[in-house]
């Protein structure tokens, strides 16, 4: 029987790679840990499906969120970083050198191991919503808003998120319909406050979306009411789910410590885990603050605490 799989021993291993994942690359580059970053399915992370910053310091002009992204690899390729393309699929943590499998096929043994895999949009899990992604169905208005100009869409979620796009798509849609499952928002108030006085934004209180209508592309949404059981139909061409994130952890489970979530818990005041010598930095781990300033620092802090593990091996 053939063995296709290839073992390489590394002494830093980076997963993902978002401003923590770079972040941490460029910091255990400088510090000669000869890191190796593998970038995920998503390079460049969650920033690569935004259009600008404005709130990263050091562009005072604002920064699109790929080329910002791209800035942070160049970054960590100049310091030295071996930057990889490729998945991790699989851990075990249970003993020294830690091992990661990347795209099932390449085994890695690793001194230390940063993980940086961020978070990603939730879904409402209805089977019209998965088969229609793509086709009208989108978890980012920044990105695909633009397909739908002078068109009818619907949203559903009422956070901050939520009532951002909401807004985005009010100034190239007709109407947004805004799905929302309780009789109050959870978005801030300024930004509920932007919603409700934006003409074109109809929002449903307490409703549900039971189903998104359409053969090949989104041609309507289905939507109860909660508290009268009535359903209404309403054409839209687009659907839009903002209903927040989860982390990317779960090839973590078993070994590291979470909370109900599935954000990976670290040591308060540092990036550590409960398996020494891996770290966890970014919204892998952060439920709260989720920026991407926060994610570059947190990054920093695992790179920091990786070097003084490894130096002390
Ligand atoms: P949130 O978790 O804050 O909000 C999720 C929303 O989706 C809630 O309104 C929730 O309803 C709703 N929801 C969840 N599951 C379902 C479901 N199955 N069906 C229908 N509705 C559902 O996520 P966000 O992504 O909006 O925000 C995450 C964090 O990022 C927050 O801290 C937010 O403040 C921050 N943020 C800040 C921004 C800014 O300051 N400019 C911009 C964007 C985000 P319910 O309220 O009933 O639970």
């Keep these: 029987m053939s063995d296709i799989t290839t073992i390489e021993h590394v002494h830093c291993l980076i997963i993902g790679s978002g401003p923590a994942g770079y ?70 943590f249970s003993a020294k050198p830690y091992k990661v499998w990347i795209d099932e096929e390449k085994e890695i043994h690793a001194d230390s191991v940063i993980i940086a895999t961020g978070a990603s949009a939730k879904w409402l899990g209805l089977e ?13 208005a920044v990105c695909d808003g633009f397909f739908f100009r002078g068109k009818e869409v619907a949203i559903v979620g009422a956070g901050d998120t939520a009532a951002e796009e909401a807004l985005y798509l009010s100034k190239l849609c ?4 805004m799905i929302v499952r309780r009789d109050e928002m959870r978005a801030s108030k300024v930004m509920q406050d932007r919603v409700k006085n934006t003409e074109n934004i109809k929002i449903y209180w307490n409703s549900e979306t039971d ?22 139909e309403v054409p839209i061409k687009g659907f839009f789910v903002a209903i927040g994130h989860q982390p990317n952890s779960d090839i973590f489970k078993g070994f590291l410590h979470m909370d109900e979530a599935g954000y990976i818990q670290t040591i308060p005041g540092s990036s550590k885990t409960n398996i020494e ?31 003084r593990f490894l130096g002390g091996l």
């Design 277 to 307: 010598g891996v770290f966890a930095c970014g919204d892998v781990q952060d439920k709260i603050y989720r920026q991407a300033v926060t994610a570059a620092g947190s990054g920093c802090m695992a790179a920091l605490d990786a070097e």
């Design 174 to 177: 007709t109407t947004v319909h």
């Design 128 to 140: 019209s919503e998965q088969r229609l992604n793509g086709y009208g169905v989108s978890a980012c």
């Design 211 to 232: 189903e998104i209508l359409g053969e090949k592309s989104v041609e309507a949404v289905r939507i109860k009411n909660t508290k009268t059981g009535e359903k209404t």
């Design 23 to 92: 972040t941490a690359a460029i910091y255990a580059s400088r510090a000669n840990v000869k890191p190796v970053l593998y970038q995920g399915i998503q390079p460049g992370g969650q920033l690569t499906i935004t259009t600008e910053v404005e709130n990263y310091p050091g562009y005072p002009e604002g920064v699109q969120g790929p080329e910002m992204m791209i800035d942070f690899e160049k970054q960590a390729k100049r310091m030295g970083t071996d930057i990889r393309f490729g998945l991790a699929t699989k851990v075990d």
